[in-house]
């Protein structure tokens, strides 16, 4: 079995794959004010409900956009399932050719979901990760990874909203049916959810004349808000990211393997 850990800025996603299969997942929630020792103990409880044993893990990769936690998650899974992770950065292979500027600056996340993306549903292909903050990601017909866009999270925009309006409170991501409303709190989610689906549509359409029709493939959580209400995304992949990271495992497998 392989585990796979995406480190994210709100959440860490966790996987297992068996034979390419992704046989359970969990999120837990980032902090950097954990130890390795606690986030064992969230996991651990997690395996032993799942029927899954840490002697099971054979191999892992994680991917990362927190440094902070690098070590600290890297330290937990070396000294409780026995592997050394991999690490996505320069110098492993992804199957992509990374198109961009700079490709160190590139967020190991973005490059993950293009990965099982393009694997997935072939090129060219867009794919919208909806977190923290949102990534709209480019790969082309060739896997060639062109690059993108990046833009505020859901979450963000309403956080920001209301922590800079002293007046405004803190909302519910909930979508009113209609977008003229009579109280605060509707009238911000009517705002922020199709303001948000009208900055999805404009990125989409705005690509989709530099390169062409294109495959539109949504991840995130928050993606699921905003999938019901525009017919610019043409699938919801929740377990995209996950399934980027074994793909990239299988590559570069040697360097995992338990010893």
């Given at each position: ?139 082309n017909e060739k896997g060639e990874f062109l690059g993108g866009c990046i833009s505020f ?94 793909i990239i495992y299988n590559m570069n497998k040697q360097t995992g393997d338990k010893k």
């Open positions: 079995m392989n585990l796979v850990a995406d480190i994210g800025n709100t959440n860490i996603k966790i996987g297992v794959f068996e034979n390419d299969k992704l046989v359970d997942s969990t999120r837990l929630a980032t902090s950097n004010r954990k130890t390795a020792d606690e986030y064992w103990l969230m996991l651990k409880d997690m395996f032993k409900g799942r029927g899954i044993s840490s002697e099971q893990i054979d191999g892992a990769i994680m991917s990362s956009v927190n440094p902070n936690l690098n070590y600290t998650i890297e330290h937990m899974i070396r000294y409780n399932f026995g592997v050394t992770p991999m690490v996505v950065g320069a110098g492993i292979k992804t199957g992509l050719k990374i198109k961009y500027d700079n490709p160190k600056e590139v967020g190991s996340d973005r490059i993950v979901g293009a990965v099982a993306a393009y694997r997935t549903y072939g090129g060219p292909v867009i794919t919208i990760d909806c977190g923290t903050a949102t990534t709209f990601n480019v790969v999270g859901l979450k963000t925009a309403a956080d920001s909203l209301s922590s800079a309006a002293a007046r405004l409170p803190n909302i519910e991501l909930n979508v009113p049916p209609e977008i003229v409303n009579r109280n605060t709190i509707s009238n911000m989610q009517a705002g922020i959810i199709y303001g948000f689906v009208g900055l999805v549509e404009k990125i989409v359409n705005k690509i989709k004349s530099e390169i062409g029709q294109a495959k539109v493939v949504a991840t995130g959580g928050l993606s699921e808000i905003i999938i019901k209400h525009t017919d610019v995304i043409d699938a919801f992949d929740k377990t995209l990211t996950l399934r980027g990271l074994n």
